[in-house]
C-alpha cells in the first residue's frame, strides 16, 4: 500500500516522542540518495507530507539512523527466512517503516508506541490487516496479553531502552523473556559518554534538543549486566555506523573538546560504540 497521505501534517510532537521525526528526517534523506543504502519511499513520501523545515529543526542527515535500519533490516529478513508466519513487534516503533522493507508478505507486525505517536503513524501508514499498531505506554507490559506467546515472535526496540533507567529497563526484557521463552530480542544501546552528554543538554540544532537518555552502557558492560539482569540468553553485539563518512555521534566523541572519553590518539574506542544486541532464545 502506498496511497497518498491527502493533506499536509503540522507534526505537534516534543520530548522523546520527536525523536521519531529525527529518525525519519535521517532514513528519508538516506533514501532519496541515488547511492542510499535504504530503498524507502514510504519514509520519502512521509517526510514530504509533514510541515517541517527539517534542515533548521534537526540539521543534516548524515545516515546514522539509516546505517542502523539497515542493519536491523537484515536481521529481519534472516529471522523471518526462518520464521516466514512470524510476528515482528516493534516496541517504540514511532514512523519507522522497516515493517514495509523486510515484508515477505506472510508474517504479522505490531507496532507499539504511545497514543500521540500511534495517531500520527496512522495518518501516515494506515493500519491494514497483517500490520497493526497500538497506543500504549511500551513500559506498561499490560499490552503483551495480546500477543500469542505460541507463535514465533521477535521484539524489536530501536531507538528506545537508552531513555529509560535500567531499573525499568530489566523488567521488561525479563518479563518478555520468561512469558515468550522461544522468542527472539533485538535492540540497541548508547555508550556512557553519549548519554551522559544528554544529561547535560545536548543541543543538535538550536531548535532540537536530544532528550536525555537514562542508560548508557559500554560494549564491555553489556554481557555482564544482562547476566546480572538473570537474562541468561546467547548474546551477539553488532556495531553499526552511518550510511557514509563521520556520523554526528562520532564527530562529538572525537572532539577535542569531549573529556567524556580517553583520549587514545583521538580515535575512536571500540567499547565506546552504539551497538544492536541480539537475544535469541536460550
Known amino acids: 500500500m502506498n496511497a497518498e497521505i491527502p493533506r499536509p501534517i503540522r507534526p505537534v510532537l516534543s520530548g522523546i516522542p520527536e525523536t521519531t521525526l529525527w529518525t525519519l528526517h535521517d532514513r528519508a534523506a538516506e533514501a532519496a540518495r541515488p547511492d542510499g543504502i535504504l530503498r524507502d519511499p514510504h519514509a520519502i513520501r512521509m517526510r514530504n507530507a509533514l510541515m517541517i523545515d527539517w534542515m533548521a529543526r534537526f540539521g543534516a542527515a548524515d545516515g546514522s539512523f539509516?546505517?542502523?535500519s539497515r542493519a536491523i533490516d537484515i536481521l529481519l529478513t534472516d529471522w523471518l527466512g526462518r520464521h516466514p508466519d512470524g510476528m515482528i513487534i516493534s516496541i517504540g516503533e514511532g514512523l519507522e517503516t522497516q515493517s514495509r522493507r523486510v515484508d515477505n508478505g506472510t508474517c504479522t507486525w505490531l507496532s507499539i508506541d504511545l497514543?500521540?505517536?500511534i495517531t500520527l503513524r496512522r495518518q501516515m501508514l494506515p493500519d491494514t490487516e497483517r500490520f497493526r499498531s497500538l497506543g500504549v505506554d511500551a513500559l506498561d507490559?499490560?499490552?503483551l496479553e495480546a500477543v500469542d506467546p505460541s507463535r514465533p515472535c521477535l521484539f524489536l526496540m530501536q531507538g528506545l531502552l537508552m531513555y529509560f533507567p535500567p531499573d525499568r529497563v530489566a523488567p521488561l526484557l525479563r518479563h518478555m523473556t520468561k512469558r515468550f521463552p522461544a522468542s527472539m530480542l533485538i535492540f540497541d544501546t548508547v555508550p556512557v559518554w553519549f548519554a551522559t552528554l544528554t544529561a547535560h543538554g545536548l543541543h543538535k540544532t538550536p531548535l532540537f534538543t536530544v532528550p536525555r537518555m537514562r542508560w548508557g552502557i559500554d560494549r564491555d558492560r553489556i554481557g555482564p549486566t544482562l547476566a546480572c539482569w538473570?537474562?541468561?540468553?546467547?548474546?551477539r553485539l553488532l556495531p553499526y555506523g552511518a550510511a557514509r563518512g563521520r556520523s554526528w555521534m562520532a564527530s562529538l566523541a572525537l572532539s577535542p573538546q569531549n573529556r567524556l572519553i580517553p583520549s587514545q590518539g583521538r580515535r575512536f574506542p571500540r567499547d565506546r560504540l552504539p551497538v544492536i544486541v541480539t537475544l535469541p532464545p536460550a
Open 141 to 143: 507490559t499490560g499490552w
Open 230 to 235: 538473570s537474562l541468561s540468553r546467547p548474546l
Open 66 to 68: 539509516a546505517g542502523r
Open 115 to 117: 497514543p500521540e505517536v
